[in-house]
């Protein structure tokens, strides 16, 4: 077993990179050909782009449906996948890919877990979704002891100090007061925070009543108890805190993908169009990581991509078979897969 791993690899046909809506159109195109298959995202919930970045704004350009939320096609976009049982591992990157002898894929993740694969499909998006950290900052010492990059469960009696002065930051500074925390304390670079509507009444409310203590500063320098904070008006403050959140979005980063020797080209993958194979035969990309002449990043794209790198695979894994065309209409075979009637 390979150092980096905790356990032996997981064997699957096909491993997919990413749950955006690119993957999760995929893993139902790979069910109606019987190909099982698992997914593995850094995120800690599916829907890549469309959860992360727009999850309650409208999407008007999705084939047959006027408008639907990014959270609403989602959902919907799982269910769809849900007959064919997806194994989704979450809250991982996939950090390594090695050819084995046998001309399977070994991909390896953040989290020591590794997957023996006869087909990949990177379905990476615009990269990895990572937390925007405190760029002036070197917190890796304290990160997972006392900065986080997300609200941890268990802030009973702590002194809590929130960075950050958007959506996320405020919502979490609001919902903490729920853990019975010592302090809630939002802390920003600015005085003003970028919410607004009932968010920034709710968050005023709080401060008028003294639950929540607002700072704008920079945090400099962490000690295990107090961090310092400059003010506009120049001076220093010691804040008593037991955890830090630093919560300022997420940011893509492209990451490991771009050293596994695909043939690229301004960062993006290039594949073929006829079934999104990458230079290398048995690795396919699909949606916003890939490019070719014409290419659009757009949800409708990613779907029609999908649809073809699924009978690419398919032919990997059932070499030498013609795989038909078959309408989910009328297939019995395909009402079987997706548990409906075919009467
Ligand atoms: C604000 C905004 C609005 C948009 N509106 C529209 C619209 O109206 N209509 C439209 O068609 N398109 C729209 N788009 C574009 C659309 O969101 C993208 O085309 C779509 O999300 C691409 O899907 P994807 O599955 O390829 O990638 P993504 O949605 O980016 O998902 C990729 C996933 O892969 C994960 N990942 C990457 N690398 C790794 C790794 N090494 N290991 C593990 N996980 C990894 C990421 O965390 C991410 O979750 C919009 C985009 C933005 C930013």
């Known amino acids: 077993m390979p150092s980096a791993l905790k356990t032996s690899p997981t064997e699957t046909d096909c491993l997919v990179i990413g749950a955006g809506p690119a ?3 995929l893993i139902f195109e790979l069910g109606l050909l ?3 298959c698992h997914v593995v995202d850094v995120l800690p919930h599916a829907g890549g782009q469309c959860m992360a970045l727009y999850a309650d704004k409208p999407i008007y350009d999705i084939p047959s449906r006027p408008r639907s939320t990014g959270r609403e096609l989602v959902n919907d976009l799982l269910a769809q996948a849900a007959p064919f049982k997806p194994q989704f591992h979450l809250g991982q990157q996939v950090s390594a890919l090695e050819l084995q002898a046998d001309a399977r894929w070994l991909a390896t993740t953040s989290s020591g877990q590794g997957f023996l694969c006869k087909t990949l499909v990177i379905a990476a998006g615009v990269g990895a979704f990572t937390p925007r950290k405190l760029a002036h900052l070197d917190l890796a010492a ?11 469960q268990d802030a009973a009696n702590k002194h ?5 002065g958007g959506e996320e930051a405020v919502q979490a500074s609001l919902a903490c007061l729920a853990k019975q925390p010592a302090s809630v304390r939002l ?3 600015r005085d003003k925070l970028d919410v607004d509507g009932d968010l920034q009444l709710a968050f005023n409310q709080a401060v008028a009543d003294g639950v929540i203590d607002f700072k704008a500063g920079q945090i400099q320098e962490l000690s295990h108890s107090h961090m310092s904070l400059a003010t506009p008006t120049e001076h220093t403050e010691q804040l008593r805190f037991d955890e830090l ?3 300022q979005g997420l940011t893509p980063q492209l990451g490991p993908l771009a050293h596994w020797g695909l043939a690229m080209a301004k960062k993006q993958i290039i594949v073929n169009t006829e079934n999104f194979c990458t230079s290398e035969p048995a ?7 890939n490019t070719y002449p014409g290419k659009r990043k757009l949800i409708v794209s990613a779907f029609h991509e999908a649809t073809l790198a699924a009978y690419g695979v398919a032919a990997l894994v059932y070499p030498g078979q013609k795989i038909a065309l078959e309408y989910t209409t009328a297939s019995p075979r395909l009402h079987q897969l997706l548990g ?4």
Not at 160 to 164: D, S
């Open 23 to 25: 993957a999760l159109f």
């Open 34 to 36: 019987e190909i099982e």
């Open 142 to 152: 304290l990160e997972g002891t006392q900065v986080f990059y997300a609200p941890t």
């Open 160 to 164: 809590i100090v929130i960075y950050g």
């Open 187 to 189: 802390v920003y670079r």
């Open 245 to 247: 959140w630093v919560m």
């Open 283 to 289: 690795i396919f990309a699909i949606g916003d990581v």
């Open 340 to 343: 409906v009637s075919s009467s």
